[in-house]
């Protein structure tokens, strides 16, 4: 694998592999994406294997712009606007496919239904432009590891692929799951959108999706947001959420003024949940390494639960669930 300078070359080398059914890591807002040819079913069935991801959890298509995601999947009233005012952003909208998708159906795991984002990230919008075609491409991380949010992640994470250097990833969460598949949306993953911005829009409180139903896990045709595992986002370390006075075998990850002084990083010292959200991931990756190298266990104070803290906490909680 090779970490490489986004550059006009190597933007066009991305986008050569792209075509041939290879695999690039791909920088975008929320986290780097293993990115494949959508259309293509060796480049998903790649995808699923690099991250040795079960093959019933749905990939997301990333467009160039509202008219390329409009040829390939069926946007309602609510999916319009959502697109029009988060687009590009760290927004998926889950809608209907439409009867001539281009996208292949192993990239939506045999569901009638299709993810759609598109990213706000200047390289990953200029590979999509290139490229022409959507981009399927699920967090760059092996399936259930913490998501990449640096070129150097991933090149730890998954050292096979090349990685364009997008730099460190402005939001740092993955981006908010809307589903549209009816006239009501449901609220399916909390992320880099804050949920009172989409009601904001809409002018409508959404609902969750009812609670996952284990024995629905495995039915790919039933399940709304497969991702939704309850271990994800996992550490190899051990984390306990809620600590705010570590004993001595733990790195505490603190959030705000009041950490103690003795914590071993901080998502923001001066409690800004957005700065929270973009420190998130790679101080969980920094701090995994430390308590592995000094068999210590981790600790993370109490994040509020405001804005993007619904989105932090939800990653945090499925972190914790060892
Ligand atoms: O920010 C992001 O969304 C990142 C970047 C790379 O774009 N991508 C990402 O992808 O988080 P991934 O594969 O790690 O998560 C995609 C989520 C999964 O929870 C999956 O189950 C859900 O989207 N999903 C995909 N297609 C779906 C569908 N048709 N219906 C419901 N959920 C779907
Ligand atoms: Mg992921």
Same mark, same amino acid.
């Given at each position: 694998m090779r970490i490489w300078r986004a550059d006009p070359e190597n933007i066009t080398r991305a986008v050569t592999d792209l075509r041939a059914g290879r695999l690039v890591g791909l920088p975008t807002e929320t986290v780097y994406g293993l990115a494949g040819d959508a259309t293509n079913g060796g480049a998903i069935a790649s995808i699923y294997a690099c991250k040795k991801r079960p093959q019933f959890n749905p990939l997301i298509s990333h467009v160039a712009d509202v008219a390329m995601a409009r040829t390939l999947g069926q946007f309602n009233a609510v999916a319009e606007k959502l697109a029009h005012h988060f687009w590009p952003g760290p927004l998926t909208l889950v809608v209907p496919r439409q009867p001539d998708c281009a996208v292949h159906q192993l990239a939506c795991a045999g569901l009638l239904s299709i993810a759609l984002r598109c990213p706000h990230h200047q390289l990953a919008l200029r590979v999509l432009h290139h490229f022409g075609k959507p981009l399927a491409a +699920? @967090?760059?991380? +092996? @399936?259930g590891r913490l998501s990449p949010s640096t070129a150097c992640h991933v090149a730890t994470l998954l050292p096979d692929i090349n990685v364009l250097d997008g730099g460190a990833c402005s939001v740092g969460l993955e981006s908010t799951i809307i589903g549209c598949l009816e006239e009501k949306p449901v609220w399916l993953r909390a992320g880099g959108v804050a949920r009172h911005l989409i009601e904001d829009c809409l002018d409508l409180a959404i609902d969750d999706m009812p609670p996952d139903d284990p024995s629905a896990e495995n039915k790919a045709g039933t399940m709304l947001a497969p991702g939704r595992l309850v271990r994800h986002y996992a550490p190899r370390t051990r984390l306990q959420l809620n600590v705010s006075a570590p004993d001595a075998d733990t790195l505490l990850l603190g959030f705000g003024p009041d950490a103690p002084a003795g914590a071993a990083a901080n998502l923001s010292p001066d409690g800004d949940i957005v700065e929270a959200a973009a420190n998130l991931f790679a101080m969980l990756h920094a701090l995994d390494a430390q308590a592995i190298a000094s068999g210590k266990q981790l600790g993370v104070m109490p994040v509020p639960q405001n804005g993007l803290g619904e989105a932090i906490n939800d990653r945090l909680q499925r972190a914790a669930n060892g």
């Open positions: +699920p @967090s760059a991380n +092996p @399936s």
